[in-house]
């Protein structure tokens, strides 16, 4: 019949019947394996659909008969984690935090659920290492403004800094003598030259002589007659080499003349007791911190742990 196939004759198989340049294709026939499992496939997908959420709708997909989602087997997952949790946070939530150092393993287990915490709320600010950055404090070095045992530390982020909708946060106020005209500006020089020297970054004279009398009559009341700081007011020493806002002298003398006034978030109300509790353990871990088994003497005598 003039309708039938042609037939390749090299190879025995039938012509689709059209043709491109001379170019014929070849009607060869798929493997039965391929076909086979394209068949698997389709009644795999029917079964997906029916058993699995497959179809969207207007605010959901179908549910499926097996009622599997996604955000369920996360609900799941994240209940395992807690109820494998619960003994620890427990006991964590039991003792109080000046005792923890008496317990290595929960202050081990402390540090690392504070490390994630950490990572989710304070690296912003604080950096991933702790390292902190001009106006955010370096949290591995060995000064404090506020106190560094864990129990200070512990307040400070319950708390926070200068939040003033809260009363029992940390609070300080270093006057603005330049902004407020309480010094000249001829005398905020001297006094900046008599600070810059009591880290070793200046050569003592005459301003820095002048600068030292300015000193103990608006300075000393806070930061000390030997400008060692006072931690009850979280005024920093201003005699080692750490400047939370920069030790050169235009950062100095910006300090002086319009004062700094850093504030933290209190977390008190934003994380449970026993994460604030990790958070303080893991900075207090991160070479810092100061007291450690002092405090654990000192509370099991019944005084308060030391701030210094």
Request: with cysteine.
């Amino acid at each position: 019949m003039a309708d039938e196939k042609r037939v390749d004759e090299p190879t025995g198989t039938h012509l689709v019947g059209h043709e491109w340049d001379g170019i014929e294709e070849l009607d060869t026939p798929m493997p039965r394996w391929w076909l086979w499992t394209f068949y698997a496939t389709i009644v795999w997908a029917l079964g997906y659909v029916i058993l699995y959420p497959a179809w969207p709708m207007v605010n959901r997909a179908t549910d499926g008969l097996l009622g599997w989602s996604s955000r369920g087997q996360l609900e799941q997952e994240l209940a395992a984690e807690r109820e494998r949790q619960a003994p620890v946070r427990r006991a964590l939530a039991a003792l109080p935090i000046e005792q923890l150092h008496a317990r290595p393993d929960l202050m081990q287990a402390a540090v690392e659920g504070g490390r994630a915490a950490f990572r989710v709320n304070c690296v912003q600010c604080h950096g991933s290492g702790a390292a902190g950055s001009p106006g955010y404090p370096n949290l591995n070095d060995d000064e404090w403004l506020w106190g560094g045992d864990i129990a200070s530390i512990h307040h400070s982020i319950v708390h926070g800094i200068r939040q003033p909708d809260h009363a029992e946060t940390r609070m300080s106020q270093m006057p603005a003598f330049g902004r407020d005209g309480l010094l000249q500006a001829a005398e905020i020089d001297d006094l900046t030259s008599y600070v810059r020297g009591l880290s070793g970054k200046h050569v003592a004279g005459a301003a820095a002589r002048r600068g030292s009398a300015l000193f103990a009559t608006n300075c000393a009341s806070c930061h000390g007659a030997d400008a060692k700081g006072d931690r009850a007011v979280g005024a920093p020493d201003l005699t080692d080499a750490i400047w939370l806002y920069g030790g050169d002298a235009a950062a100095i003398r910006t300090s002086i003349a319009n004062s700094r006034y850093g504030v933290m978030p209190r977390w008190g109300h934003r994380l449970d007791p026993v994460t604030l509790k990790m958070l303080a353990a893991y900075v207090h871990s991160l070479g810092g911190g100061e007291g450690g088994r002092s405090e654990l003497a000192a509370a099991e005598r019944g005084a308060a742990p030391s701030a210094n």
